[in-house]
């Protein structure tokens, strides 16, 4: 999609300001690489922080529910970040309703061929409640956080519902030296076009 703006690194987003981003982290990889700019936005989740707000600089944003305006984005980055999330129809529908149409979620989760999508919480009176053991992921901004689902054969289907094509990728040793994703899946998902009446 990319490719005929001129686009062959994450870097060259800076220099195509007309072209919208948005990356669901503020640490890693992907955000030193994409840099900053005018068009690209990142940000973190902070559960005593207001939508929107920011801690320490950084901006706040809950995937489940995002403070940005329909059709903002070209491009939405979530790198190891879905799995944290406690409504994942919800915040892929979010993801869906800030793409412009015909834009791309790109994103990598732990995900299992063998299994269907499972939760690892149940909700109890109004709260969400983890399984024990919790499952804990390393996080660059907070140390550590919670696990709330484990990806499965059915995410396709799941993302397909809300409106997307999906393509999944894994990463070929070049990229897993040069960017440490190692057994990692990569999900390329558009947003379908509407038809113009």
Not at 142 to 160: A, K, M
């Amino acid at each position: 999609m990319f490719r005929g703006s001129g686009i062959r690194e994450l870097s060259d987003f800076r220099e195509k300001p007309q072209i919208t981003v948005f990356n669901a982290s503020a640490a890693g990889s992907i955000f030193k690489a994409l840099g900053s700019g005018s068009n690209i936005i990142c940000s973190e989740y902070f559960d005593d922080v207001d939508r929107g707000g920011y801690k320490n600089g950084i901006l706040n944003q809950d995937l489940q529910s995002l403070t940005f305006r329909d059709e903002s984005f070209d491009l939405v980055i979530s790198e190891d970040v879905f799995e944290h999330v406690p409504d994942i129809r919800k915040g892929f529908s979010e993801v869906h309703r800030v793409l412009k149409n015909g834009g791309l979620h790109i994103f990598t989760i732990p995900y299992y061929f063998d299994k269907r999508t499972q939760a690892l919480f149940k909700v109890e009176n109004g709260k969400t409640v983890l399984f024990e053991p919790v499952e804990y992921h390393g996080d660059p901004i907070r140390g550590s956080i919670p696990c709330f689902t484990h990806f499965g054969y059915d995410s396709v289907e799941i993302l397909e519902g809300i409106g997307f094509d999906v393509r999944i990728e894994i990463s070929g040793y070049a990229d897993q030296v040069r960017f440490g994703t190692f057994d990692c899946y990569t999900f390329i998902t558009r947003k379908r076009e509407r038809e113009k009446a």
